[in-house]
């Protein structure tokens, strides 16, 4: 397999997920300054240009959760997503698209208006809304884990990637002293082998 990659972005979830399943894979990393990820080459792969993106044999695919989800589905002796038809898969599919749906682009606002462009090119009333939406979604993911180990059924599933990699997103933006259970359930997940492999560097 060969994941396409960059520090600090959401192939960090891919690349969790490649470790927890224990495959074997290439990292091809971009650094976002050399504007390579915009070249025709990959956005032959990725038609956004953004990453991650997975080539697993003759299979291209690109979304975080969807790269997530054909993991655990492609490992099923991992066990990293709960039976067909049950309710816990039921949960799952729904964090596995509230994350990328609903939480990543209140994140991203706020992180290119509070941190990534310049301070010129800042919107703040765009950050303040984003912070505003980020109180009912931190409330939500907070009650969802209280003080579970896991977000769903449990044992440890693709759904821990995507919500783990967002909680160390809200973490990234100071804002997981706010909610003390998705902080204590963060630090559980960033103990992982898997997790510590997938962000070593
Ligand atoms: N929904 C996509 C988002 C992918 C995405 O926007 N990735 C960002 C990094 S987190 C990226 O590659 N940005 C580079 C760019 O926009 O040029 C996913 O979850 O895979």
Same mark, same amino acid.
């Given at each position: ?62 979304? /975080? ?20 038809? /049950? ?115």
């Amino acid at each position: 397999m060969k994941l396409y990659f960059s520090p600090y972005t959401r192939a960090g979830r891919a690349r969790w997920m490649l470790e927890e399943v224990e495959a074997k894979y290439e990292l091809v990393k971009f650094s976002f300054a050399t504007g390579d990820h915009k070249k025709p080459e990959y956005l032959a792969i990725h038609p956004h240009g953004v990453v991650p993106a997975l080539e697993d044999g003759d299979l291209h695919l690109f979304e /975080s959760s969807a790269i997530v989800m054909h993991l655990a589905d492609a490992f099923p002796d991992k066990k990293l997503a709960p039976a067909l038809g /049950s309710h816990a898969r039921a949960h799952y599919y729904k964090w596995m698209v509230y994350v990328p749906a609903t939480v990543d682009p209140v994140l991203e606002t706020l992180t290119m208006h509070t941190r990534l462009l310049p301070e010129d090119k800042r919107n703040p009333a765009l950050a303040a809304d984003a912070d505003k939406k980020l109180k009912t979604i931190g409330a939500v993911l907070e009650a969802s884990i209280g003080h579970k180990k896991f977000i769903v059924g449990d044992s440890f599933t693709g759904a821990d990637v995507i919500l783990g990699s967002a909680a160390g997103w809200l973490g990234f933006l100071g804002k997981l002293g706010d909610y003390p259970n998705l902080a204590a359930y963060h630090k559980a997940m960033s103990e992982r082998p898997a997790y510590k492999r997938a962000y070593a560097d």
